[in-house]
């Protein structure tokens, strides 16, 4: 009698619940390892709930829309961190179960769980879904995005024009990067036959207005702000550093997708038994427009995104590699063929969930295991709860007021900002970029100024006392990590500066 996994047999009889299944893994995993491990969040989480809190319409850490769902987010769990890695997960969630359904419109349901799976390990392991912002809102709207593009384009379906404007207008709320990536749906339209034709109607006209007024606060305070000045490009002297720079980002992307060929060539015929029968994966054929959709939003966002970093020398993919490798799954489903046979399953799973869960590993590691081998610290390693909590009791115990601002240090200013009053962020060194909150009016108002204690008298630095004049710092305090290690004790001088009157 023939033997069928009861993986493949779900994978053919029920796609969609195979993709369930994976997605919710994943977004469970990536959201109970913070809540658990974290004594902070990661990266510039807390700033960006900093600068979320004041519902700006624009600043200098780009659009407002992640800015504001985050905070929305935060607020909804009752002031807690919990809310923000929720929303990030929703995200993911939707990123891949927008992209199943269009690889499923590609190349059908079994095939498109395929796809889904492969770039399922290159989104998770080069862009960890924990740090919630622009980059990873941008994921979910961008799948919606090309899901739209391809039911005008592929499917004639004119009922998607207004989703496909919404797609765009909040994408034009997000990131920078929405210029770029509309004009590479506009660019591929217009180089087909049936995409000229989807233009030539009414349709886009509305499209366009619907997108102007989503966006319309965002442009204005672009040019109230005064920054729609073209970036400057670099001097001839430095195209050789850029171009370099191009292509250490384009390397890092392709180094991105190496569990997928490893997969490719691990399910190859050169590493298949002689005696293997192994099961086939169908598809119905693929039309030539859809694989020259699916090849040109598999390598185009990458290239695209590579040579900005390079040319305006960025640390990473311009907009995000989770953006510039989605398709990439897809792409290589659609290159190998209409029958596509799983050989070696259990090595097959066994990698797929090594690629998927050594990102949650590496990160577990860093928490648990880093103190122990480095005195470098983690930045998830600071305890904001506790810190948030000591100084604001402190501040209320000496002037009977709320904490209404905090300032000094940015890191640990913006951990102190996420306690449950949400005190005013202020980045003293650059108050431009926080435009809420002056230091004049800091002094006037008064508030908390922190640093990194390097004596037991808790001396402010140089340029911090020079901003805040008089300043009379009171004893350090101390604070232990979620594992100290070999770390010493985070020691935080800190100051009150009184609110004029008291």
């Not at 919404?166 to 990536?181: S, Y």
Request: proline residues 7%; contains cysteine.
């Amino acid at each position: 009698m023939r033997f069928t996994s009861l993986v493949v047999e779900l994978i053919r009889a029920r796609p969609r619940l195979v993709v369930w299944i994976v997605v919710l893994a994943q977004a469970a995993i990536w959201l109970f390892l913070p809540a658990i491990f974290y004594g902070s969040p990661p990266g510039n989480l807390a700033a960006i709930l900093a600068f979320g809190r004041e519902y700006q319409v624009g600043t200098d850490m780009g659009p407002p829309l992640a800015f504001w769902l985050a905070d929305i987010a935060f607020r909804a769990v009752g002031n807690h961190v919990f809310g923000v890695y929720l929303l990030a997960q929703v995200c993911e969630i939707v990123t891949f179960i927008a992209f199943y359904a269009l690889a499923r419109a590609i190349v059908g349901g079994p095939q498109g769980v395929l796809a889904v799976l492969l770039s399922m390990t290159v989104v998770v392991f080069s862009s960890p879904s924990v740090e919630f912002g622009p980059l990873i809102l941008a994921r979910p709207l961008w799948a919606l995005l090309l899901l739209h593009s391809w039911q005008l384009i592929g499917q004639n379906r004119r009922s998607a024009w207004f989703a496909w404007s919404i797609d765009c207008g909040l994408l034009l709320l997000t990131t920078p990067a929405a210029i770029g990536m509309i004009l590479l749906v506009t660019g591929f339209a217009l180089a087909t036959e049936r995409g000229r034709r989807m233009l030539k109607s009414v349709d886009p006209i509305y499209a366009l207005l619907v997108i102007i007024v989503l966006a319309l606060p965002y442009l204005i305070w672009l040019v109230r702000a005064d920054v729609l000045a073209l970036p400057t490009l670099p001097a001839l002297a430095d195209l050789k550093a850029r171009a370099l720079r191009w292509g250490v980002v384009l390397g890092g992307l392709i180094v991105a997708t190496a569990a997928i060929a490893l997969l490719a060539i691990l399910n190859s015929r050169w590493f298949a038994g002689k005696t293997e029968d192994a099961p086939i994966i169908y598809r119905p054929p693929v039309s030539p427009l859809a694989r020259q959709f699916v090849y040109f939003f598999a390598f185009a966002p990458a290239i695209a995104s590579s040579f900005v970093s390079g040319l305006f020398n960025l640390d990473r993919a311009f907009g995000g590699a989770g953006v510039a490798l989605l398709m990439s799954g897809l792409a290589v489903v659609v290159a190998t063929g209409d029958l596509i046979p799983l050989r070696r399953q259990r090595l097959l799973r066994s990698v797929w969930a090594l690629a998927v869960a050594a990102p949650a590993a590496l990160a577990l590691a860093a928490a648990l295991f880093l103190p122990w081998t480095s005195t470098t610290e983690a930045s998830t390693s600071l305890p904001a709860a506790a810190m948030g909590r000591f100084f604001d009791d402190s501040y209320e115990r000496r002037t009977n007021q709320r904490l209404r601002a905090v300032a000094g240090d940015p890191e640990l200013a913006s951990l102190i900002a996420m306690n449950r009053r949400r005190p005013h962020l202020l980045l003293d060194a650059t108050p431009q970029r926080t435009p809420w909150l002056s230091v004049a009016k800091f002094n006037e108002t008064g508030g908390v100024v922190v640093w990194r204690a390097q004596d037991t008298a808790g001396t402010p630095p140089p340029d911090i006392a020079q901003r805040f004049p008089g300043l009379v710092p009171e004893v350090p305090r101390s604070f232990d990590r979620l594992v100290n290690g070999r770390q010493p004790v985070l020691r935080i001088g800190w100051a009150i500066v009184r609110p004029k009157g008291t």
